[in-house]
């Protein structure tokens, strides 16, 4: 067995609303690395089982505060962006297909104060 820890950098997991959904997103922060957030599109699931979307620090702009809406486990704050799965594993129910881009799942939405809204 290996002796890495998967949680370490977690800042913690934060509850976000998405119309009548609820996405868990998980909040890290690795030494020298720009914050990270892990998160399952509510669209196409991210991909399929044990795949999740990562949205980087560098990439987009990103606010954590633990200590503000602790009932959600801490307020978010993500710019804009686009979820970059296969809509084809949901459909299909089987592994992604391949269709050039065009069964893209390219869900754009931002994250306000731990509230998706499509952007």
């Given at each position: 067995?290996?002796?890495?820890?998967?949680?370490q950098?977690?800042?913690?997991?934060v509850r976000v609303r998405y119309g009548d959904q609820m996405v868990f997103c998980e909040v890290?922060?690795?030494?020298?690395?720009p914050m990270q957030i892990h998160w399952k599109c509510p669209r196409c699931l991210s991909g399929g089982p044990n795949h999740m979307t990562r949205?980087?620090?560098?990439?987009?702009?990103?606010?954590?505060?633990?200590?503000?809406?602790?009932?959600?486990?801490?307020?978010?704050?993500?710019?804009a962006f686009e979820?970059?799965?296969?809509?084809?594993?949901?459909?299909?129910?089987?592994?992604?297909?391949q269709d050039h881009g065009i069964g893209m799942c390219k869900l754009t939405i931002e994250i306000a104060n731990s509230v998706a809204r499509d952007a």
């Open positions: 067995m290996g002796s890495f820890d998967l949680t950098g977690k800042l913690g997991s890290y922060q690795h030494p020298g690395e949205i980087t620090g560098d990439r987009k702009k990103i606010d954590y505060d633990p200590r503000a809406q602790l009932d959600d486990g801490g307020r978010l704050n993500v710019e979820c970059p799965w296969d809509l084809g594993y949901v459909q299909a129910g089987g592994p992604r297909r």
